[in-house]
């Protein structure tokens, strides 16, 4: 039997399961424990970082949207004391260079773990005028289990150019957010 589910019909149905099988207990039990004090900022804990090679720019030109180009990623390094392993070749860095000194950045690219498994990674950010570096916004799709931390994490990226035109390279430090610990709290 084929039974097909709208959006709205899918969370009414949530809706409902959670009001009549959850005990409010529980569902107030589970927020306070969840959620952060109010006052508590999240902490950034360094993760890992990459040095990332590049090859030439690709110059597409001026469109109305600005002057695009992309970067092809050569591959690299991955270190750290969360993650190990290297960065394949493949992968693209979209620049769109916005007229004003800024420009978008849109990396996709993937990731090998020591262990072989295969880590995407799309990194956005921007860059202005003659900056040392920038921060960059990164979401990691990786498989479930060891590496769920990735897919669900907060992260912040610094980029830094570390290479020469002849070798063109890129540095960026991923910091993940994380709950300050506060005292004297009980959790």
């Not at 709205?8 to 959620?35: D, E, I, K």
């Not at 597409?60 to 180009?69: E, I, K, W």
């Not at 990396?107 to 570096?133: F, P, R």
């Amino acid at each position: 039997m084929n039974i097909r589910f709208g959006f709205r019909t899918l969370a009414l149905l949530a809706a409902a399961c959670f009001v009549t099988c959850t005990p409010l207990s529980s569902v107030a039990q589970s927020a306070s424990s969840t959620m952060p004090a109010a006052d508590a900022p999240p902490q950034l804990e360094f993760a890992f970082e990459e040095v990332v090679t590049l090859d030439k720019a690709v110059v597409v030109g001026d469109t109305l949207f600005g002057h695009r180009q992309y970067i092809p990623i050569t591959g690299g390094s991955v270190t750290g004391p969360k993650l190990k392993g290297k960065v394949l070749p493949g992968g693209w860095d979209w620049q769109l260079g916005l007229g004003n000194s800024c420009a978008s950045l849109s990396a996709d690219y993937m990731l090998q773990a020591e262990d072989g498994t295969i880590i995407n990674v799309s990194n956005k950010g921007l860059l202005c005028g003659e900056a040392d570096g920038a921060f960059t916004r990164p979401v990691f799709e990786a498989p479930k289990e060891a590496y769920d931390w990735l897919t669900r994490g907060t992260f912040v990226g610094v980029l830094t150019v570390v290479g020469d035109p002849a070798h063109p390279a890129v540095r960026i430090r991923f910091y993940q957010a994380k709950q300050s610990q506060t005292t004297g709290s009980g959790r």
